[in-house]
T-cell receptor, first 113, second 113 residues
Framework: KQEVTQIPAALSVPEGENLVLNCSFTDSAIYNLQWFRQDPGKGLTSLLLIQSSQREQTSGRLNASLDKSSGRSTLYIAASQPGDSATYLCAAITNFGNEKLTFGTGTRLTIIP | EPEVTQTPSHQVTQMGQEVILRCVPISNHLYFYWYRQILGQKVEFLVSFYNNEISEKSEIFDDQFSVERPDGSNFTLKIRSTKLEDSAMYFC???????????FGDGTRLSIL
């Protein structure tokens, strides 16, 4: 059974800094890994999807990497802004055809102006 | 940009009553999902739906739950006899063909009294 963990649970950094959020998963037979952003009381906004054949994906100031062998994914945010403050969730799909996402508990990110 | 829409945003129901949560997925999407998030906990998979039938369901999705796609646009989750522990945020998601990310709605907050 796939288990997804995100550490730390909360992170505060000054505006302008680069930062890395971590995601670990127990089953390396991963098909996709998806990163989301969740604002308080809101839904989940998809940020990046990394397929198992890929090592990383980039969108603007965001870069996500995937290392299946070590069971890790990271989300790198460059030049952080106060608007980046949110909870960041990673979620894994373990097998093709089994489309369910298994979510981590998230990292609550606060960017200090 | 197309989005998944969910109604109502907040539903308050007496324990034992039936509730129907509604979702309008993105129009050309073929795969549909329900997830839930109990306050302070992980987002959990409930059910996936493709080609007018359930493709997978979790152990949470017991006989009290059902899903339906009554027409070409709506996707509903029905809880037959609600319990206090059904109180949660319920998210609908949809996905297009191929290896695409799942897109989520803003959720329905269900409060059982």
């Amino acid at each position: 059974k796939q288990e997804v963990t995100q550490i730390p649970a909360a992170l505060s950094v000054p505006e302008g800094e680069n930062l890395v959020l971590n995601c670990s998963f127990t089953d390396s037979a991963i098909y996709n890994l998806q990163w989301f952003r969740q604002d308080p009381g809101k839904g989940l906004t998809s940020l990046l999807l990394i397929q198992s054949s890929q090592r990383e994906q980039t969108s603007g100031r965001l870069n996500a990497s995937l290392d299946k062998s070590s069971g890790r994914s990271t989300l790198y945010i460059a030049a952080s802004q106060p608007g980046d403050s949110a909870t960041y969730l990673c979620a894994a799909i373990t097998n093709f055809g089994n489309e369910k996402l298994t979510f981590g508990t998230g990292t609550r990110l606060t960017i200090i102006p | 940009e197309p989005e998944v829409t969910q109604t109502p945003s907040h539903q308050v129901t007496q324990m034992g009553q039936e509730v129907i949560l509604r979702c309008v997925p993105i129009s050309n999407h073929l795969y549909f999902y329900w997830y839930r998030q109990i306050l302070g906990q992980k987002v959990e998979f409930l059910v996936s739906f493709y080609n007018n039938e359930i493709s997978e369901k979790s152990e949470i999705f017991d006989d009290q739950f059902s899903v339906e796609r009554p027409d070409g646009s709506n996707f509903t989750l029905k809880i037959r006899s609600t319990k206090l522990e059904d109180s949660a945020m319920y998210f609908c998601a949809s996905k297009g063909p191929g290896n695409q990310p799942q897109h989520f709605g803003d959720g329905t907050r269900l409060s059982i009294l």
